[in-house]
């Protein structure tokens, strides 16, 4: 677990670290390139973060309100988690793949908001987006320049949806997201089954939710 949030904290920063001089007027989310809607999320993500008193002192309302408007509409939680879960996905019942998508998504919700509210001065630059029109899944590439040490690459996979485009994975020094929580998810449902797998993620949801948001993030 770990190192799934230092991943994410890492993803979470660039994810909300791109700097450009002004933000464009958005586009409708189902008529934006996939590379255009991640620009434009960081961008907006990053000038809230930074000008935003409260979020820099860790008001967890305030930050997990930001999460909540700018960045959860454009992940595909549900495929996130059907991922995750690999092959006990389609063992699971209706209600407990419900329960899963719900206390992951919180989980990842408590992640993204303990790493927006460190987003100091981290810059992102993407790279040429290598796909076809036609194209229904894409990668989108970047690199994030840290104020101190090397770029970090950070490549964000993206599906095409009724909605619009929507990330289901985040690659982070090579190592993607989804892969590390499928080994993690496997290994608590072979002890408790599916049912002790949304325990266990509700008992972690819960302590984190009686944290502030940087001392939640710090472990």
Same mark, same amino acid.
């Given at each position: 677990?770990?190192?799934?949030?230092?991943?994410?904290?890492?993803?979470?920063?660039? *994810?909300?670290?791109?700097?450009?001089?002004?933000?464009?007027?958005?586009?409708?989310?189902?008529?934006?390139?996939?590379?255009?809607?991640?620009?434009?999320?960081?961008?907006?993500?990053?000038?809230?973060?930074?000008?935003?008193?409260?979020?820099?002192?860790?008001?967890?309302?305030?930050?997990?309100?930001?999460?909540?408007?700018?960045?959860?509409?454009?992940?595909? *939680?549900?495929?996130?988690?059907?991922?995750?879960?690999?092959? *006990?996905?389609?063992?699971?019942?209706?209600?407990?793949?419900?329960?899963?998508?719900?206390?992951?998504?919180?989980?990842?919700?408590?992640?993204?908001?303990?790493?927006?509210?460190?987003?100091?001065?981290?810059?992102?630059? *993407?790279?040429?987006?290598?796909?076809?029109?036609?194209?229904?899944?894409?990668?989108?590439?970047?690199?994030?320049?840290?104020?101190?040490?090397?770029?970090?690459?950070?490549?964000?996979?993206?599906?095409?949806?009724?909605?619009?485009?929507?990330?289901?994975?985040?690659?982070?020094?090579?190592?993607?997201?989804?892969?590390?929580?499928?080994?993690?998810?496997?290994?608590?449902?072979?002890?408790?089954?599916?049912?002790?797998?949304?325990?266990?993620?509700?008992?972690?949801?819960?302590?984190?939710?009686?944290?502030?948001?940087?001392?939640?993030?710090?472990?």
């Amino acid at each position: 677990m770990k190192l799934i949030k230092q991943l994410m904290a890492c993803a979470t920063m660039a *994810f909300a670290s791109v700097s450009f001089a002004a933000t464009a007027p958005s586009a409708p989310a189902s008529n934006e390139a996939p590379d255009a809607l991640v620009k434009r999320i960081s961008t907006e993500v990053l000038e809230t973060a930074k000008t935003d008193k409260e979020i820099q002192a860790g008001n967890t309302k305030r930050v997990m309100d930001l999460v909540e408007t700018k960045i959860l509409p454009y992940v595909d *939680f549900q495929r996130m988690t059907s991922l995750a879960a690999g092959r *006990f996905w389609r063992e699971a019942s209706p209600e407990q793949q419900k329960q899963l998508s719900t206390e992951f998504r919180t989980l990842l919700i408590y992640t993204y908001s303990g790493a927006l509210s460190q987003v100091k001065n981290e810059t992102i630059e *993407f790279k040429p987006l290598r796909a076809d029109p036609t194209d229904s899944e894409v990668e989108v590439r970047s690199q994030v320049n840290m104020t101190r040490g090397e770029p970090v690459p950070l490549n964000y996979r993206v599906a095409k949806t009724p909605a619009g485009w929507k990330i289901y994975d985040i690659n982070v020094l090579g190592a993607w997201l989804v892969e590390t929580y499928k080994s993690t998810f496997a290994s608590e449902i072979s002890k408790g089954g599916i049912d002790g797998l949304i325990k266990t993620l509700s008992e972690k949801n819960k302590k984190l939710a009686s944290k502030p948001i940087k001392a939640a993030s710090a472990k």
